[in-house]
């Protein structure tokens, strides 16, 4: 009976899977047959891998024996034990399909353990798989073992780094503080030389401020007006008779020159303040100790600070502190923290503190110095007279390192002290001084040479007169030695001359009446007119500002209504320089000379001196030629009379005063 398609396909099927499964039979048997080890390929790969894990479980057992027991090991141990059992049972399995070695009908037997692999072979593959799960059991656990491991390490690696880091880090630290230690001295040094800078700086701006509010413009003015005593004069002050050098070199207190007015005290005072033979006399008396000399002129025809207490303590304040710099925080305590800490200009200079401060100096100067003080003039000074006197005799008294050298006319109020202390009185030793200056500059002129070589006992008699009649007041003498020279100039002969010599009054009053007499008629006006602007200006001087020239060209040339109406366009600095305006200047100094008769004087400033011209304040003062001019000028008769001669009484009052000075307020605003 024919199959069916599906049965004989069912059949076809068997009967191939049977041919399949014979031939597999027969292909394992084959290979089995040609094996070396009498097994088949894939057994062999299969008894390999249960060997390897074998003995990689043997060596984590010996791992984990050697090492504490932990969960983690202990899991690890179970996994291993597994792994050594299945490869143990997979093993025999596969040692049940080898062909025996040696064995007769190898290829029966071949053929009989192929069957049996073929049949075995689902038992096997379970066996293969649990020890494939167990193999990646295992991997994973040791993978984590590692890990864990691999972490402890990392751990320890990074504490003993962490050490290592430490270690550094302290070597770092030290070698980070050590520069940090250089670095800081070297900017603590630096910070140090800088601050040391600044206050050395501040200190220097302190002491130049303070100093520079002690100086007053005058401050030398007396001393470059005083006449230069002339060769040969005065050298007998050094003679061995005369007292002065002994109180040089070993005196004490106060030593006083006294003369009558117009003797040449400033002149004897000037010449031995100076004098080479006045310092080596003074050494001796200094000894090991340092010598300080000050000076100081009073001048009644100066201004405020030149004959007053204030200027004369201000004067010596700065001569003392301009040599001793560090001494200017100690005698100005005040002024100087003031400044230094909160840049507060000194105030205006009260007595009490001036008379404090140098109290101070001369205290600061004790010690490793000794100080001598020649101060002129003491009856030009404008304040109590007994009070001036009695300050220094207190100073010396109470410092036996100071004294001093002073000068004063004859007046009674010095009696007291003059009297009691080593002195001179100047008309009793001039007489051979003037003869030497007549002689030196009368008597060597070359017209009077020629006079003297025709009548030489006239010549003779003349100088002799001179001097007697000088009665040893020398500004007598160089008024009479100036009025003679002009007559040898107008080529006088000598009976002219005495002619001249004897129309000269002996007392000075009396010869300047006679120098006013002489002023011509056309400039009694014009002189007039100066002599009461120049009384004025010094009424109410302007401080650190003198009258001079600029000045008087401007009051004389001051018109109100020019002043307050027409614009004035303010000078440049070049129109300061201009020649025209300095010759105008220059033609005043030479009518001022001609038209006060030398009763008021100036210095000549020539062209070439750039800095005066470019610059009025720097013009020399006008000046008396003599303190005794202005007490002459400024009585009332005398003042009377020239007035009679003013036509304007507004010309050279107070309104010319403010005209000039709106001009000059007009000219310099930008």
């Not at 001359?497 to 007499?517: F, G, S, T």
Request: hydrophobic fraction near 40%; include cysteine.
């Amino acid at each position: 009976m024919p199959l069916d398609p599906f049965t004989a396909l069912s059949v076809a099927a068997e009967v191939v899977q049977f041919v399949d499964f014979s031939i597999t039979i027969v292909s394992k048997g084959h290979k089995l047959a040609m094996s070396r080890t009498s097994q088949l390929q894939e057994h062999e790969h299969m008894e390999a891998a249960a060997k390897r894990l074998r003995d990689a479980t043997r060596r984590i057992d010996l791992l984990l024996t050697a090492s504490p027991e932990s969960d983690a090991d202990r899991a690890l141990k179970t996994i291993c034990n597994g792994c050594k059992d299945v490869s143990n049972e997979l093993s025999n399995e596969l040692s049940k399909l080898k062909v025996p070695a040696g064995c007769n009908y190898r290829y029966w037997k071949s053929f009989r353990q192929g069957l049996k692999s073929v049949w075995g072979k689902s038992k096997l593959e379970a066996v293969n798989e649990r020890l494939a799960e167990l193999r990646q059991d295992l991997t994973i656990h040791v993978s984590d073992r590692r890990f864990s491991l691999l972490e402890q390490h990392v751990k320890q690696t990074m504490k003993e780094m962490l050490g290592v880091a430490q270690t550094v880090g302290g070597y770092a630290h030290h070698f980070n503080t050590s520069i940090n230690s250089y670095l800081f001295t070297q900017s603590a040094l630096e910070d140090k030389s800088q601050i040391q800078r600044l206050r050395d700086e501040k200190w220097q701006a302190t002491s130049s401020t303070i100093m520079r509010n002690l100086r007053f413009a005058s401050i030398h003015a007396r001393l470059d007006a005083i006449t230069t005593a002339h060769k040969k004069t005065f050298e007998w002050i050094f003679e061995e008779y005369n007292d002065y050098t002994r109180w040089l070199q070993s005196g004490t207190g106060m030593y006083w020159i006294q003369g009558k007015a117009a003797f040449g005290k400033s002149t004897l005072m000037h010449f031995i303040a100076t004098h080479e033979k006045t310092m080596r006399n003074l050494r001796i008396w200094s000894g090991s100790s340092s010598l300080v000399v000050l000076r100081f002129y009073f001048w009644n025809s100066g201004d405020h600070e030149q004959r007053s207490l204030t200027g004369l303590l201000r004067s010596l304040l700065f001569e003392i502190l301009a040599g001793h710099g560090s001494a200017i925080h100690y005698v100005f305590p005040s002024e100087w923290s003031e400044f230094y800490q909160y840049n507060i200009e000194p105030q205006p200079w009260r007595l009490p503190n001036l008379q404090k401060a140098l109290t101070a100096a001369i205290r600061y100067l004790s010690s490793d110095f000794k100080i001598c003080f020649f101060i002129d003039g003491l009856d030009e000074y404008e304040g109590d007279h007994v009070e001036l006197t009695s300050l220094f005799k207190k100073l010396a008294d109470d410092h036996d390192h100071i004294k001093f050298c002073v000068s004063s006319r004859p007046w009674t109020q010095f009696d007291e002290f003059a009297s009691n202390a080593p002195h001179l009185m100047l008309q009793d030793l001039t007489k051979d001084d003037i003869e030497a200056y007549v002689v030196d500059n009368l008597g060597k002129n070359q017209k009077m040479l020629q006079l003297s070589d025709e009548d030489p006992d006239s010549v003779h008699e003349l100088i002799n007169e001179i001097v007697e009649r000088a009665s040893g007041v020398f500004l007598w003498v160089e008024i009479v030695v100036k009025s003679l020279m002009n007559g040898l100039r107008n080529s006088d002969d000598i009976s002219r001359l005495q002619r001249r010599l004897q129309a000269v009054p002996k007392d000075l009053e009396n010869l300047y009446e006679h120098m006013l007499k002489g002023i011509e008629d056309f400039y009694k006006e014009d002189a007039s007119i100066v002599f009461e602007i120049f009384r004025m200006a010094r009424i109410d001087p302007i401080p650190e500002r003198s009258f001079n020239i600029p000045a008087l060209y401007r009051v004389l040339e001051a018109d109100f209504r020019t002043a307050t109406s027409k614009k004035i366009e303010p000078r440049s600095e070049e129109e300061y320089a201009q020649i025209k305006r300095f010759k105008a200047y220059q033609g005043l100094e030479i009518w001022l000379r001609n038209c006060c008769k030398g009763l008021l004087e100036v210095d000549v400033v020539l062209e070439d001196d750039l800095e005066v011209v470019r610059n009025e304040l720097r013009f020399p003062p006008i000046r008396y030629m003599h303190r005794t001019v202005k007490d002459y000028l400024e009585e009332i008769p005398v003042r009377q009379h020239l007035s009679s001669f003013i036509k304007d009484p507004t010309v050279g009052s107070n309104l010319s005063f403010l005209v000039s000075d709106i001009i000059e307020l007009k000219e310099m605003s930008p």
